[in-house]
Nanobody
Framework: QVQLVESGGGLVQAGGSLRLSCAAS????????MAWFCQPPEKEREFVSA????????YYADSVKGRFTISRDYAKHTVYLQMNSLKPEDTAVYYC????????????????????WGQGTQVTVSS
């Protein structure tokens, strides 16, 4: 089992920045694709960004490319999502997720492949 705990959400004005953190504990040995998903109000959960266990490969949703950056600290078992130039449409609950992978270089974008989820952190962007 892997436990994930997100932090860093909050209220920010449009154009501002936030950094989300996701701390992993438990069975962290092995290889995982780590991702952030978001669920806007009254909408389905959607992919935001993902990073391979090695940190060398990343994917971003088109809506956040150039504004968000995903990274990981291997020693701290922590994944970050730096969110810049925030827009009101970025308002959502953001979830961290982990998917076991066979190799450290694999990164996954498909939500159904993610087995472990955090409790979510609210991000609200005011106009």
């Amino acid at each position: 089992q892997v436990q994930l705990v997100e932090s860093g959400g909050g209220l920010v004005q449009a154009g501002g920045s936030l950094r989300l953190s996701c701390a992993a504990s438990g069975r962290t040995a092995g290889s995982y694709s780590m991702a952030w998903f978001c669920q806007p109000p009254e909408k389905e959960r959607e992919f935001v960004s993902a990073v391979s266990w090695s940190g060398g490969k990343t994917y971003y949703a088109d809506s956040v490319k150039g504004r968000f950056t995903i990274s990981r600290d291997y020693a701290k078992h922590t994944v970050y999502l730096q969110m810049n130039s925030l827009k009101p449409e970025d308002t959502a609950v953001y979830y961290c997720a982990a998917a076991p992978t066979a190799f450290h270089t694999i990164v996954i974008r498909t939500m159904r492949q993610y087995q472990y989820w955090g409790q979510g952190t609210q991000v609200t962007v005011s106009s």
